[in-house]
Every structure is written in C-alpha cells, then in structure tokens.
C-alpha cells in the first residue's frame, strides 16, 4: 500500500514541477566555483594550496542529509560520526569533536555538540547554499583548534546584494517508510532599491526508522525545524546586515528512553567594505550572539540541562599586493558561559570560557609556476570554573607554510607543512560524572597542557582535460594527542577499591562505585603522543562530453592512527573504496556510487571490531523545461540499495544506520 502512495506522490510531484516550470542546462556545473572560508575566496578549490572540498548545487541536492556527516559522509577523507539519526558531525581524516571545526559563514555553530557524540550540530544542511571542507594553512584563519579541519556552511541570510524582485528556493522531500521523511522548506530574498530582505523556514519530520532486514530501531525519531529573517543594505562600497535565526530538534537515542530537545537562537551581524583605505582592499567583519539549551531525559520528563550562552566576533582584513605578498589577517575572539545542572550537574561543570586570537595568511607567487603561502596564528585562552576545580588558561601558536607548482596547464602539484597546538576543551578538562544520554562515566584532566601537532601534506591533482584526478598523503605527529579510553583497573571513579584488570571495560553505577553490571561505561580523557597517517584521492575520466557528459569515477581514502606504543587508537575511519558514474544532459542527470567500507580490525583497546559493508547509493533527476528564470528538478534517490548493516567505526553507540530507502523530492528556484 506504502508503494502505490510512494508512487503517487511522486508523480503528483513531477506534475507540480511541470506546472511549476524549471530549466534547461543547469550551469553549476560549468560555472566557477570559490571557496568562501579560503583566505583568498575569488579562487577555485582546483587552484588552491591547501586540500578544499566544496558541495553545491545539484551535487548538495543529491547529497543532502539529516546531517552535516550524512551529507558529506561519501567525500573522500571525510566521514561521520553518528548517534542515531538525530546526530552526525563529520569527522576528517580520523579527527571529531573538538579538532574538526563546524561553524556558518565563518563563525562557530555555538552548540555543544563537540562536549559528546549525542549532541547534535545546531546547523542543518537545507540551511546551506553550499558546504566547504578547508584543511591546511586556511584553517587558521578560524580557530588553532582545528586541527582537523574546517567544515564551513555558506548560507545566504543575509543577502550579500539586493536582487531585482524576488529570488528563492523552495525543497519538498518525501520518504518511504525506512525513515517516513516529510520534509518543507521555503527560502525568499527580495530587493527594494539596495535594500534586500531574506525570510527562510524548514520543517522536517522523521519516524523511527527501519535498519537492515526491516528491524525497527526504536526511539530513533527526529522531528526538526528553522527558521530566520535577515536583512542587507549594499552598495558599490560593499554591505551589512543582521539575521535571526531559530534551530530546534528533538530526538531520540536509539535503544533507549532518553530524548534530546535542543534549541538555540542565534543573532548575526556581518559586512565587507570594499577599498576602505589605501592599501586596503577589503575589510570583513562578523558577530554573533547564541542562546542555546538542551534537555535529555524521558518524554516530557528532563532530568538534565546543557546552556550555552557564547558571543563570537572576528575581523579580517585584505591588503594590497605588498612586495608581491597579498594576505589576510585579522582578529577573532569569543567569550562563552556554559553550565550543566539537573542530572548533568556533575558530568561538566560550569565554566566561562574567553579567547582571543590574531591571524595572519599570506600568498606569493614566485615566477609563473610557483606560489608560496604561510599561516600564522597565535591565541589566548582561558577557563574559568566551578567545583573547586582548577581555572587553566593556555596560550597556543600555530605557523604553517604551503606552496604550489603548476607542471604545465594540466596538473598542479601542492605541499603544506605546520605546527599546529590546541587548548584542550572544557569536557577534556573538567568532566567528572555520569552522562545518561551515552551510559558512560568521563573523568577529565585540568593538568593537560596543549595539544601540539607537526602536519605534512602532499598532493598532485590533474585539473583539466578529460582525466582529472585529485589526491594527497598526509602524515600528522601529535605530541600530548587527548583522546577517550575505556579504563580496565577495577577501581571505583574517584580511584579507591582494590584494582583488578581483568580485560573486560570497567563498568561503574551512577556514584561511581565498580560494578561489573554498572550501568556506566568507565571512560577517561587521556593524553598521549599520537602518529596519523594516510591519505586519500578521486580519479574521473569523461566517457561521453558535450551535450551528454557520462563521467566514470573511483575514489578512495584510507587513515591509519596509534600511539607511540603501537597501540591503536579508537574509533577511526577503516579503509574506503568505491566507483561512481555521474550523467548529466539538458533533462537528465544522474548518479549511481558504490563505496566499500572494510572491516575495521585496527579497533582500540576495549573496542569492539566492526564489520565492513558496502553502501550502494542511486540518484536520478529530471529538469522540467518552463518560463523566464525559474528551475525546476524531480529527483528519486535511493540510499543503502543493498540493504546492508551499516554501522561505523567512528561512532561511539555502535546502532545499524537506515536500511534501503527510496526518497522523492522536488526542489525549485525562482
């Protein structure tokens, strides 16, 4: 009964579309494509030295996920580490939480999604106009904690010009009765002289959905909603302007009780003035105010409160070419106030955090093959806490230098070098106590000094003709590296009792007392040197061109992370490997990938091996030929053809993603 409604509404879809109209060759394609988040943003990612991932247009619409990590999940390099559906934060190159930096049009997402894998990002993908991956001498331009890497989302709530009349998209989303998705979004600018206004709303509604072999993961429902208003005023001499902005979820942590209602509200103001000055060419600046609060418990029940309060502000500015140097440098700091009470209490004390950072990248060409580019970055941090714990504060330096060799008109040859230090987060630092919502007792450390890391990176891309390729090797030496560890002592969390290891995980009840039945996984914040290593890459050869482009792809990636002691380190990426074949014509476009992820046997003390799967992914879309402007495309997609288990290695609640699901959508613009 399910099919014959799913089919409907999918023809009652395509109908709409016609009667909606739509367009012929979609340029996206074909059309240049700039990194915002790069410190120069007029270049495309093909150009840069540093590794840069973009998604946009029909690629994001095929690609487009509950969350960040589901969306980029299938990028080499980047993966996701998921709780369920509700959550799912990327993860580069083996890096999460704290290292991986997730943040809209160059400020953080203000949440506190990096204090535990059950915190969900406050930043949903349909918000996005497009999503920028930075790793490398660019990352330093926003924080000395990204280590990993930056995950930026361009949105457009606050319209950079006025349009002539009005502008807009417009997504409807349907899914089978896998996840039983509704999805509404609605995003309008319009333009009165220079002045120009910008209105979005989203709504979406999940089930609780159906992994492999039609198993029901109970408690595993979504239901979330955004929305905004923002305003602009521009001109030759550049723009500002404001926005509000409204993200709420609730969900639910699969194979439990407990359900996780967040909201955050956030302010923005952001402008860019050209040619201020002699010697200037431009001058950015930004600002933010979020309240955020979330509660985890039973329905209609909380018994444990997360708020963050945090203001952010960050000033840039671009100077003229300066012996043959251009360059970006600037401030940014951040004052936050975060506290947990009810059951959380403990978990993660109070704490004010505030920081202050000045920047530095700049670019050279040398001759007409090489260009040179460097980083700098120095930060002031401190936090202040409650308990009678020990305020800390951490001063960490960064420094990077890359360079890039064009090796005729078809490849292009980079390297970057860097030493990277991080303050430890305040979860790394403080906690001490249960956390219901991922059944682990965290004991933290206020002695970890920073994180210090030396980064090289080498890449060799081919960037025209019918074979374009683009790969990289990384190799990162991490000195004090802070990462999570299950604890086998046989002692009680606060360290008395009679220690025996047993080589089974400790487990603990909620004061804390050794129980091998406790409730609480026992897991501590430890701080050791570290080695990453890897790399990943993409080959595509054009089999058809012109009218119809048929393009056949592989792609891969692998990390390989232990300590000094060859012991590994938990919950990594396992190796990946797959093919694609993209379509695309005036009507039609389409894609079918295939990516085998193997077995991870390197797993971690303690850690449980998962078992390898391959995700067999379809897409096709059609273009709906109409009047003036607008565009129009129907697509069907199809996840987890094959109907495997997919559970990753990166995730701390080892829970089988969605089995095979059949979405329907339209998306228009106007």
């Known amino acids: ?93 083996g890096q999460a939480g704290a290292r991986v930096r997730v943040q809209e049009n160059g400020l953080a997402s203000a949440d506190v999604s990096t204090l535990s894998q059950d915190h969900a990002v406050s930043i949903d993908p349909y918000s996005a106009r497009q999503v920028e991956v930075l790793k490398g001498p660019s990352t330093l331009l926003y924080g000395s904690g990204a280590i990993g890497g930056v995950v930026n989302v361009v949105t457009d709530r606050i319209p950079q010009s006025a349009p002539d009349g009005l502008t807009g998209e417009a997504d409807l989303v349907r899914g089978d009765s896998t996840l039983g998705e509704r999805l509404q979004r609605l995003d309008i600018t319009g ?77 923005d103001l952001k402008g860019e003035v050209y040619d201020p000055t ?11 105010y979020t309240d955020y609060l979330h509660t985890e418990g039973e329905q209609n029940n909380p018994e444990a409160f997360f708020d963050n309060q945090e203001t952010e502000f960050r000033l840039a500015a671009e100077h003229a070419p300066l012996a043959g140097f251009t360059g970006i440098f600037g401030l940014q700091g951040f004052d936050r106030d975060f506290k947990a009470y009810g059951e959380e209490e403990s978990f993660v004390p109070a704490t004010q955090t505030r920081s202050l950072a000045a920047f530095l990248v700049e670019q050279r060409p040398i001759g007409e093959l090489w260009t040179i580019q460097g980083g700098l970055r120095v930060e002031y941090q401190d936090e202040d806490t409650s308990g009678g714990r020990r305020d800390v504060d951490h001063t960490p330096l960064s420094v990077s230098l890359g360079a890039k060799r064009a090796i005729g008109e078809h490849y292009l040859l980079t390297a970057t070098a860097g030493h990277y230090e991080r303050a430890p987060a305040t979860e790394e630092l403080y906690s001490f106590g249960p956390h219901e919502a991922t059944l682990t007792y965290e004991r933290g450390d206020n002695g970890f000094d920073e994180e210090a890391s030396n980064s090289f990176d080498l890449g060799l891309r081919r960037i025209k003709g019918r074979l374009r390729f683009d790969t990289s090797l990384f190799y990162t030496r991490y000195s004090k590296y802070i990462y999570q560890q299950s604890v086998d002592a046989g002692l009680n969390a606060d360290g008395s009792g009679v220690g025996v290891a047993d080589g089974i995980a400790d487990r603990v009840d909620e004061d804390g007392t050794f129980d091998p039945d406790g409730e609480f996984l026992l897991v501590d914040y430890a701080a050791r040197d570290a080695t990453f290593y890897g790399g990943e890459g993409e080959v595509g050869y054009d089999l058809l061109q012109g009218a119809h482009r048929l393009t056949a792809r592989v792609l891969g ?55 390898g799967f391959t995700d067999l992914t379809a897409f096709i879309g059609y273009r709906l030929s109409g009047f003036d402007a607008s565009q129009a495309l129907v697509y069907l997609r199809g996840d987890n053809l094959l109907d495997e288990e997919i559970v990753r290695s990166t995730s701390f609640l080892r829970v089988p993603q969605p089995g095979r699901s059949l979405t329907a959508g339209i998306n228009v613009k106007f």
């Open 557 to 611: 990636d692998y990390v390989r992370a232990e300590l000094d002691d060859h012991t590994n380190l938990p919950r990594i990426t396992p190796g990946r490997y797959g093919a694609g074949l993209d379509y695309d014509s005036d009507t039609w476009l389409g894609t079918v990938e295939a990516i085998r992820s193997t077995r991870q046997n390197h797993e971690g003390p303690l850690e449980d091996e998962t078992a």
């Open 1 to 93: 009964m399910f099919i014959s409604r799913f089919v409907a509404w999918a023809g009652g879809a395509c109908a709409l579309g016609l009667a909606l109209t739509a367009f012929g060759q979609d340029d996206t394609l074909m059309a240049p494509i700039s990194v915002e988040a790069l410190a120069f943003d007029d270049q495309d990612p093909s150009q840069a030295i540093e590794p840069a991932t973009v998604v946009t247009g029909p690629a994001l619409i095929r690609k487009r996920g509950q969350t960040l990590g589901a969306t980029l999940a299938d990028t080499p390099g980047i993966s996701s580490a998921d709780f369920g559906q509700g959550v799912g934060r990327p993860v580069i190159r």
């Open 278 to 288: 002699p010697g200037l060419n431009r001058i950015e600046f930004s600002g933010a």
């Open 191 to 267: 333009g009165m002289g220079d002045f120009a206004l910008n209105v979005q709303g989203m709504k979406r509604l999940t089930d609780d959905y159906q992994a492999n072999d039609n198993r029901r993961i109970d408690n595993s429902s979504t239901d979330t909603d955004t929305y905004s208003a923002g305003t602009s005023y521009s001109g030759d001499w550049g723009y500002v302007g404001g926005a509000v902005s409204h993200f709420g979820r609730e969900y639910g942590i699969p194979g439990e009780q407990s359900q996780i209602r967040l909201t955050q509200d956030r302010y």
